[in-house]
């Protein structure tokens, strides 16, 4: 089992920046692929960025060269660095843990509760 929690939402201008981050307990963490998605109203939940349990990383076009992830296995922690923010990436942002590296969104097991991001123009 692992537990995931979220942190570091809220309102931004756009071309802004945040740190999100998803804490984890469990002694298995190092393990897990760690994903980040997104779900907008009224839209279904997409994936952003991921990162597997050995640093390979994943990213959707539309985030290319804008966001960044990154994990410290000692804290059971992942990092999404979101910098020149525009308005269309506000949504109510998830970390996942799953064990299937690239295999969609229905491979993430463990889910947060979520975090707010607000990026207004």
């Not at 907008?40 to 804008?66: H, L, Q």
Request: a positive charge; hydrophobic letters at 30%.
């Amino acid at each position: 089992q692992v537990q995931l929690v979220e942190s570091g939402g809220g309102l931004v201008q756009a071309g802004g920046s945040l740190r999100l981050s998803c804490a984890a307990s469990g002694r298995t963490f190092s393990r897990y692929n760690i994903g980040w998605f997104r779900q907008a109203p009224g839209k279904e939940r997409e994936f952003v960025i991921a990162i597997s349990w050995s640093g390979n990383t994943d990213y959707a076009d539309s985030v290319k060269g804008r966001f960044t992830i990154s994990r410290d296995n000692a804290k059971n922690t992942v990092y999404l660095q979101m910098n020149s923010l525009k308005p269309e990436d506000t949504a109510v942002y998830y970390c996942a843990a799953g064990s299937q590296w690239r295999g969609g969104i229905s491979s993430y097991d463990y889910w947060g509760q979520g975090t707010q991001v607000t990026v207004s123009s």
